[in-house]
């Protein structure tokens, strides 16, 4: 970019918040080529008998990465995400687990990158020369060849169980089925053991339950309700923050006196040395269903 888009006058390095910038050469515009990098999506694509990794029909033979491309307006990440799973593999995908967010500063660029589930028969784009399917053993060893990011991103998803700690997302998906249990067969102390000491719950835009003792009661409430008859819970997405910290998206239905609540839930569950415990629930969203 040479003249400034506004006023047309010639763009000038400058000094702005510490750092030089091009911007505009006219006193009398403040125009500042910002040149923030642009976002794009990876897709980690896991299918049932393995990881999808795929070569570019436009690079060398035995270079392959995950899939990636640029999110459409209105469009979220993670959308994107199963998006371009979709269009490129022609399977169907079912969720999108974030996995970070790199720089690729060589081409101003900001990877989201994902864990992308699905299933169905490959069926490639033009685009895409070839696949590989590998296990997570196999992923963890891969050489990814010049292409380093790839390697940071697979390293980094191994680090906080994505690869090796698939045993993690199948502990957490146990907790809230005990929870769901125990709640159906009105077992309050069950359903407390899930909790930590000092979680809360919260109905956004009502009022808070903090501490163990308040969701107890809260609990015994629900239990002792004589129209309550069940709930359910599908967990949408598992997105760990940390070694220890996860957080879950989960769609619930509430069944009482013969008519049906949907909900929108998000868990915070925290790793202890009991094993994955609820620390705060956040139903985002209800609606009636049914009657």
């Not at 080529?33 to 570019?56: E, K, T």
């Not at 969720?95 to 990877?111: E, K, W």
Request: aromatic letters at 8%; a negative charge; one cysteine or more.
């Amino acid at each position: 970019m040479k003249y400034c888009p506004l006023c047309r006058s010639e763009l000038k390095d400058r000094t702005i918040d510490g750092r030089t910038r091009l911007g505009c050469s006219s006193a009398e515009c403040r125009f500042v080529h910002w040149d923030n990098p642009i976002p794009v999506v990876a897709s980690l694509v896991r299918m049932p008998d393995g990881y999808v990794l795929a070569r570019n029909a436009s690079w060398p033979v035995g270079l392959f990465s995950f899939l990636t491309g640029f999110i459409d307006r209105g469009e979220t990440p993670e959308s994107a995400a199963v998006r371009e799973t979709q269009e490129e593999l022609g399977v169907r995908a079912h969720s999108a687990q974030l996995i970070g967010h790199f720089p690729l500063t060589q081409l101003n660029q900001l990877v989201i990158a994902y864990e992308v589930r699905a299933d169905g028969e490959l069926k490639l784009a033009d685009e895409i020369a070839e696949v590989k399917v590998v296990s997570s053993t196999e992923l963890a060893a891969f050489d990814f060849g010049p292409l380093r990011l790839t390697s940071e991103i697979v390293s980094w998803w191994t680090k906080l169980g994505g690869v090796e700690g698939q045993a993690d997302s199948a502990a957490i998906r146990a907790l809230l089925q005990t929870y769901e249990a125990a709640i159906n067969r009105r077992d309050v102390e069950a359903a407390v053991a899930t909790y930590l000491p000092d979680a809360d719950v919260w109905v956004v835009g009502y009022d808070r339950i903090v501490g163990i003792d308040a969701i107890r009661q809260n609990e015994q409430r629900v239990a002792s309700s004589p129209g309550f008859e069940g709930w359910a819970t599908s967990v949408d997405a598992i997105r760990f923050v940390g070694a220890d910290v996860a957080v879950v998206e989960s769609t619930g239905t509430v069944t009482i006196g013969g008519g049906r609540i949907a909900e929108r839930l998000t868990w915070v569950v925290n790793r202890t040395a009991a094993g994955w415990r609820i620390a705060a629930v956040r139903i985002m969203s209800f609606q009636r269903v049914g009657s």
